[in-house]
């Protein structure tokens, strides 16, 4: 599983496309491994793994031998006044194990280090797909400023259209005055995304932890490809090799190993002793030697065993229910990017032409004055809201498109492009 999660991360890299416009944009490779080197929540796996080790090793130590030393028939009275009558035992004494408890302790630790592999991996995981959203979000931002750049130059060649057809007595000076507004509103719309723009890169840097200090640098443009995607039933089939469900099948080793430690108390451990008394009077030494062995453990053990198999079982309805929440949630990312690449080919090859011509034949009509500024202006309106339809159409599309390698740990190359949704 660690494999197919690195591979996942690689091909998270692949959702940004090298823009030509910047020398040396702010790649999400860039961002991605400032966030794999300095994100808390993976440095917390190292501590946390040394932990483990340390228990790992107390699990696998046998019982402590214990000395004890007995003085007995010590000031008291009559014959036992004094010591002359006293009694010293020292004596070695320890526990034998039974029923494989040191092995079930030795497993149970084990299950516990290779779980925490597979956390960490998949935290990586989630960390690297919160930095490509994150960072889709400001090459989504970036995007729209030629957009709205462009938009505005054309509000100010209509504003300057209206101006000199007022000044011609063709128009009243309301088109103009409008035309203007119009100029200030888009003027407007960019300074907004400015502050956005610089928003985005402040919760983008926040991921690594630093202070997102001076101008928001270019990074990659949003993809414009989509990858072709296996069948939906191919893809519902690969939940069962998720992050989410490897969890649980790790989670679950460990509640085996948690059972076979619990079966192993019904063997009861047996305390031995052997050692040597000292009869003061008389000062004769003898052995002294004992065994004991508690009764009524497997009665004892049998709730904790009950137990551990009932968590069992409830882990496995536990998988059940996500591995249908997780299909449910993957078949909706495979709709998103079917319905989202169906909408891009629509608007790039069927709207937006359309209604550059309408644009280009408006402004005629308008400067032969057999259209008024609203209609013209109203036709530049539906280009801006096309166009920034279409990047977030784009940006959705990928949005899912990340989701889905999220919850499937799997890629598609975007080399492999759907027909008609490429330029």
Do not use: C
């Not at 009558?85 to 070695?92: A, N, Y």
């Not at 990659?220 to 490897?246: F, H, W, Y």
């Not at 047996?270 to 008394?277: E, F």
Request: glycine share 6%.
């Amino acid at each position: 599983m660690s494999v197919r999660l690195a591979a996942l991360a690689a091909g998270l890299t692949l959702l940004a496309v090298a823009s030509g416009a910047a020398a040396q944009p702010f790649t999400l490779a860039d961002a991605q491994e400032r966030v794999a080197q300095s994100h808390p929540d993976l440095r917390l796996f190292v501590p946390r793994r040394e932990g483990l080790e340390a228990e790992a090793r107390s699990a696998a130590l046998s019982p402590a031998l214990e000395i004890q030393a007995d003085l007995e028939n010590v000031l008291g009275s009559g014959a036992l006044q004094g010591s002359r009558s006293s009694e010293l035992t020292l004596s070695l004494a320890g526990v034998l194990e039974r029923g494989g408890k040191r092995e079930a302790r030795r497993a149970l630790a084990a299950a516990r280090i290779d779980a925490l592999g597979v956390q960490r991996a998949a935290t990586q995981l989630d960390l690297l797909a919160e930095t490509t959203r994150r960072y889709l979000d400001l090459a989504a931002l970036q995007a729209q400023r030629p957009l709205l750049e462009e938009d505005l130059a054309q509000r100010q060649r209509i504003a300057r259209a209206a101006r000199q057809r007022f000044a011609a007595g063709a128009a009243p000076e309301a088109s103009a005055l409008a035309a203007e507004a119009g100029i200030a509103q888009a003027e407007a719309r960019l300074a907004a995304l400015d502050a956005e723009q610089a928003a985005a890169w402040r919760r983008l840097s926040l991921l690594w932890g630093e202070p997102a200090d001076g101008a928001v640098p270019t990074v990659d443009m949003v993809p414009d490809n989509v990858p072709s995607l296996p069948a939906l039933t191919e893809l519902t089939a690969r939940i069962a090799e998720s992050p989410e469900l490897a969890a649980f099948a790790d989670e679950a080793r460990i509640r085996e190993a948690r059972l076979r430690l619990a079966e192993t108390e019904a063997s009861p451990d047996a305390r031995w002793s052997i050692g040597a008394r000292r009869l003061q009077d008389g000062r004769d030494v003898g052995l002294v030697a004992g065994f004991s062995l508690p009764l009524g453990a497997r009665r004892r053990a049998e709730p904790a065993i009950a137990a551990a198999r009932a968590e069992q079982e409830a882990l496995a309805m536990s998988r059940e229910s996500a591995a249908l929440q997780l299909e449910a949630v993957a078949v909706d990312a495979w709709s998103q990017i079917e319905t989202g690449a169906l909408q891009v080919d629509r608007l790039r090859t069927d709207v937006l032409p359309r209604i550059q011509r309408a644009a280009a034949q408006s402004e005629r009509a308008y400067r032969a004055g057999a259209l008024s500024y609203v209609e013209w202006a109203a036709v530049q309106t539906e280009i801006t809201t096309s166009n920034l339809a279409l990047l977030e159409a784009r940006v959705a599309t990928q949005r899912a498109l990340i989701e889905l390698q999220r919850l499937t740990a799997d890629s598609w190359s975007a080399n492999d492009v759907r027909n008609g949704v490429s330029e």
